[in-house]
């Protein structure tokens, strides 16, 4: 015998639609207990709900009261400095010689550790470590005299 389906009327706040949901049955009966049914409490949420429009923008500057909605990370202008800065790092990347381009490629952009690195090539962890570092240094200062 199969075990009841517990099935739940949804609304998909993507698509404005009601959408029948399989759920289990502790689902199902946390559901219908908190009695959170959409269908019968849209009405009561929308009550107390307070428009996001109504925050943003406004008279006298009324954006500016709601600093935790403002994004201080991503600003143009930081976004700006760190497209420079990937633009430098791809150039000094270009220019290193083509087995540090490969270090660097299987270490960042492949993620191998320096013992599988180290395992392809056949040499020690700590030889690759070593010459990691001396890399890493290298494109350091070059990005320092870039002023990155």
Request: charge should be negative; proline fraction near 2%.
């Amino acid at each position: 015998m199969s075990e009841k389906a517990y099935i739940l009327n949804i609304y998909n706040t993507m698509t404005g639609e009601f959408e029948l949901v399989q759920v289990t049955k502790e689902v199902f009966q946390t559901y219908r207990r908190t009695k959170w049914h959409i269908e019968d409490s849209t009405e009561r949420f929308y009550k107390h709900e307070t428009q996001m429009s109504s925050l943003i923008g406004g008279e006298n500057d009324g954006y500016e009261r709601f600093h935790e909605f403002i994004d201080y990370d991503n600003t143009p202008e930081n976004q700006a400095i760190e497209e420079m800065v990937r633009q430098s790092l791809r150039n000094i990347l270009d220019l290193l010689p083509p087995k540090d381009y490969e270090l660097i490629y299987e270490l960042y952009f492949k993620n191998r550790s320096e013992k599988e690195y180290a395992q392809m090539l056949g040499v020690s962890q700590q030889a690759i470590h070593v010459r990691k570092k001396r890399i890493l240094k290298k494109i350091k200062n070059n990005l320092d005299e870039q002023g990155c």
